[in-house]
């Protein structure tokens, strides 16, 4: 198991969690995505990608290759409004970067 596949993701209709190694646990409800970013950091030696998914109090940053990522991806591709060529894009990016993919809509 990679380090990435640590963090594991429980997605159901109301909220997003991801359990972390350490034992700690962030949620964010579905109801409360305000926005969705693709962050890409320049580690070595492989830029590492992130998911983070914003709230109106918090944020819940998930790697990449969290177990269960695939299934997240998926609901996020049925957001209303959700820029699946950026997101694919930011898959593939080697330098650091942000990329924006879905803001609520209000």
Same mark, same amino acid.
């Not at 109090?57 to 940053?61: A, G, K, M, Q, Y």
């Given at each position: 198991m990679t380090d990435?596949?640590?963090y594991i993701l429980e997605i159901n209709d109301d909220e997003i969690r991801c359990h972390r190694p350490d034992g700690t646990m962030d949620s964010l409800s579905w109801k409360n =995505?305000?926005?969705v970013e693709i962050v890409v950091?320049?580690?070595t030696? =492989?830029?590492a990608t992130f998911i983070a998914l914003h709230g109106p109090?918090? #944020? @819940? @940053?998930i790697p990449e290759g969290? #177990?269960?990522a695939d299934d997240l991806g998926e609901r996020l591709f049925t957001l209303e409004g959700f820029d699946a060529d950026t997101f694919v894009e930011s898959m593939s990016a080697q330098t650091a970067d942000t990329f924006l993919c879905w803001t609520l809509q209000e």
């Open positions: 990435e596949e640590q =995505l305000q926005r950091t320049e580690d030696p =492989l830029p109090n918090s #944020t @819940v @940053v969290a #177990t269960n």
